[in-house]
């Protein structure tokens, strides 16, 4: 799990919780323990499945729900804690949601003036237009001071909105699904723009997404959540290549997943047992026959040979298959592929695309393998393993 230098924390959440009555009975725990980090300059994503409660988490954060418990701390200054409550008006944050919330009766100019307008602070009327003129030219909508936000598209609408999010230099950004009411062509060109825009001006941002190839494009570090709690935190890459669970292998990118079971020791490994055949791998200390674990490796790592090749690259596992279906999808095609009594995807260039009923022989390199055990834990990759078919 990466760290966070602590003299550059913008926020520190320990022990979130926050429950929801249910029926006025029994109460349904939102957050069940959040703790997270966040350094200053960094793009830090929650990312997980409807109802995981990571709109919770930042509506904590926001001050627009009151957890039952934990502290959250705000540029090293307690806004929830025993005895403390800083109301959100009070709080050094900007917020951009899935839905605009922009205001239709005023101009572009207007919606973005109206935080200066409102925040108790003097300033002469030279100062607020040369702030507004500024951050409308950050979000490319210095052309369209004056028109009507409701006569803005889509995108600069939610330009708009984190134009007002930013005006007045939040200490913390707040991003609820900012992209998801956008289609999907333009929801790849906010992405990243807002990570661009994010970067240069260095603002640090709580970013809460379902999407992986926002989080996986976007994040400096990504927190993946189930059922309240985070279950893995850690860089893109880190949560991609070396997920800790079979739930975070399973939710972020197409993984294989097979079930394994070590069936005996060998002098350069162990010999796990999966429905594909039996694969050699290294495991760690504390490994005994009869453990059950889970492999996993992704399509893309997989190396497909239409004739069997006549060594397999060191440390690689070979295993025989027939493909059953090839999908395309443009920029690669997915096969699957059966192994024993395993489908398996594969990725592959098109032009590289086997026929449906060719057999064809699988490499599994040792790098591109994780092992997971059933409780969750994992363990290091394969260092070596050779595959014995069947
Ligand atoms: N105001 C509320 N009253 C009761 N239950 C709520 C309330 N808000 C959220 N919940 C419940 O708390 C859980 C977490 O909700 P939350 O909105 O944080 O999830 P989420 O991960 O952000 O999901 P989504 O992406 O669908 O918004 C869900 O089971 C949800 O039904």
């Known amino acids: 799990m990466s760290t966070v230098d602590t003299t550059t924390i913008c926020l520190d959440v320990r022990d979130l919780v926050k429950d929801y009555p249910v029926d006025g009975a029994s109460d349904h725990r939102a957050v ?73 009766h005023m101009s572009v100019f207007e919606n973005v003036a109206f935080p200066l307008r409102v925040d108790g602070r003097r300033r002469t009327k030279k100062e607020v237009r040369r702030r507004v ?18 006569q803005l598209s889509g995108g600069q609408q939610q ?37 661009e825009l994010q970067r240069r001006l260095n603002v640090t941002a709580l970013f809460v997404t379902h999407d992986q190839a926002e989080a996986l494009s976007m994040s400096s570090r990504i927190a993946v959540m189930d059922q309240g709690r985070i279950v893995q935190e850690g860089t893109p890459r880190e949560i991609y290549q070396r997920p800790a669970t079979r739930f ?44 059950r674990v889970t492999m996993t490796f992704r399509p893309e790592d997989i190396r497909m040979h239409l004739s069997p090749p006549d060594a397999a690259a060191g440390g690689a596992t070979m295993l025989a298959g027939t493909v059953d279906r090839v999908d395309f999808f443009g920029e690669s095609v997915e096969c699957q592929v059966s192994c024993g009594a395993a489908v398996l995807l594969v990725h592959r260039h098109p032009q590289a695309a086997p026929r449906e009923g060719d057999t064809v022989h699988i490499e599994l390199a040792a790098e591109g393998c994780a092992v997971l055990t059933d ?16």
């Open 32 to 104: 069940g323990g959040v703790s997270l980090t966040i350094a200053e300059g960094e793009m830090y994503t929650l990312l997980g499945s409807s109802g995981c409660g990571k709109s919770t988490t930042l509506r904590c954060v926001a001050g627009l729900e009151r957890p039952d418990s934990g502290r959250i701390e705000l540029a090293g200054v307690p806004v929830v804690d025993q005895g403390v409550y800083v109301p959100t008006e009070r709080r050094d944050i900007g917020m951009v949601f899935q839905s605009y919330a922009i205001w239709p």
């Open 133 to 150: 003129e500024e951050v409308l030219g950050t979000v490319r909508l210095a052309d369209f001071a004056s028109r009507s936000a409701t």
């Open 159 to 195: 330009r708009l909105a984190l134009a007002r999010a930013l005006i007045r230099e939040p200490r913390l950004l707040l991003l609820d699904e900012p992209l998801s009411n956008l289609d999907a062509r333009l929801r790849d060109q906010m992405r990243v723009e807002l990570r």
């Open 248 to 291: 975070v292998a399973d939710f972020v990118g197409t993984a294989n997943l097979l079930d394994a079971e070590v069936v005996e020791r060998a002098a350069d490994g162990w010999l796990l047992r999966t429905a594909a055949g039996v694969v050699r791998a290294s495991c760690p200390d504390g490994t005994r026959v009869g453990d």
């Open 375 to 390: 409780r969750g834990a994992r363990l290091p990759a394969a260092a070596g393993p050779v595959a014995k078919a069947g």
